[in-house]
Nanobody, 121 residues
Framework: QVQLVESGGGLVQAGGSLRLSCAPSGSMFNINAMGWYRQAPGNQRELVATISRGGITDYAGSVKGRFTISRDSARNTVYLRMNSLKPEDTAVYFC???????????????WGQGTQVTVSS
């Protein structure tokens, strides 16, 4: 079973920057979309940013203008550049890759294990 491997989380002061990376541990095909979600204690998991196979991006309103999602299609890797971080950005960040499974004629979501981002005030 292919797993998603995330890296780049950590502790940063408010106003600082971090870059998250996520790549599958093995081969992956028919990727429809890639994205990042986050979950703070006591809250539901929420969408942060997504990028489609065509390169169209979408952001949560709270991060628009501060975060940038990008990808390396050759490596099936997705990145999240986070600038001007705020304490309210503190959460566990999860990588998501959605693929099309031909045999099931349906989409399937892969999730990373999560990486902690902590922003101190």
């Amino acid at each position: 079973q292919v797993q998603l491997v995330e890296s780049g989380g950590g502790l940063v002061q408010a106003g600082g920057s971090l870059r998250l990376s996520c790549a599958p541990s093995g081969s992956m095909f028919n990727i429809n979309a890639m994205g990042w979600y986050r979950q703070a204690p006591g809250n539901q998991r929420e969408l942060v940013a997504t990028i489609s196979r065509g390169g169209i991006t979408d952001y949560a309103g709270s991060v628009k203008g501060r975060f940038t999602i990008s990808r390396d299609s050759a490596r099936n890797t997705v990145y999240l550049r986070m600038n001007s971080l705020k304490p309210e950005d503190t959460a566990v960040y999860f990588c998501n890759i959605r693929v099309w499974r031909m045999r099931d004629r349906d989409e399937y979501d892969y999730w990373g294990q999560g990486t902690q981002v902590t922003v101190s005030s």
